[in-house]
């Protein structure tokens, strides 16, 4: 049970590691938190920082998620598998609950007073160890999203919104087996929540016109009637 808990501790230190408040500071000499949106997560940093500076960020933010939910589980099971103390234990159990650990320290990270980014690509990380494919659907419905409203923001809640969708109709109508199909929906339905928690003010700013976009990324527009 120790390992257990310490594996949610270093899953939560892990993600709670301010990937673009290091960068801001150690390169450029300004913490981001007082530029663009005052937010440390990658869209802010792509900003701020640049493009390259803005990928360095995503991708460290996005292994915050994958390397806890992925490598973590693994060495609970071997050592832990067979554990009376542990009998529950499931590797998807695992995988969920340290993953949504490095979730909470991106969002509420202890090294920045308890905050942090949205979660985006911290909770990419931890699909991409848990359902690749399912992600990489939902990675095309955020480029969709994003290409025609040049909003980010928009992209990350429908992709967010997609992905209980497409294990639903894989598991149903595909007849895709999952491990443990019920924990995985209900899992996913709590990301599609906490991912609206994070975004609620970027939704309150959608709804009043006023979210930023990155119009340069716009490809399909909507033509004005004349």
Known sequence: MFYFVLGIVLSYLLGSFPTAVVVSKVFFGFDIRTRGSGNMGSTNAFRQLGVFWGIVVQIVDIL??????????????????????????????????????????????VFVGFKGGKGIN???????????????????????????????????????????????IRYMILNHEYSNFPLLLIFSFLLFVLILFTHRANIRRIINGTENKFEQFKIFRMKKRK
Do not use: N
């Open 64 to 109: 915050k998620g994958f390397i806890p939910t992925f490598f973590f589980p693994k060495v609970i099971i071997d050592y832990f598998g067979k554990s009376s103390e542990l009998f529950w234990v499931d590797e998807l159990v695992l995988m969920f609950i340290f993953g949504f650990s490095a979730i909470a320290g991106h969002i509420w990270s």
């Open 122 to 168: 911290t909770a990419l990380g931890m699909l991409l160890a848990i359902s690749p494919l399912e992600v990489l659907i939902c990675l095309g419905v955020f480029l969709l999203a994003f290409l025609s409203t040049g909003i980010v923001s928009i992209g990350s809640i429908l992709a967010s919104f997609v992905y209980p969708l497409v294990i639903i």
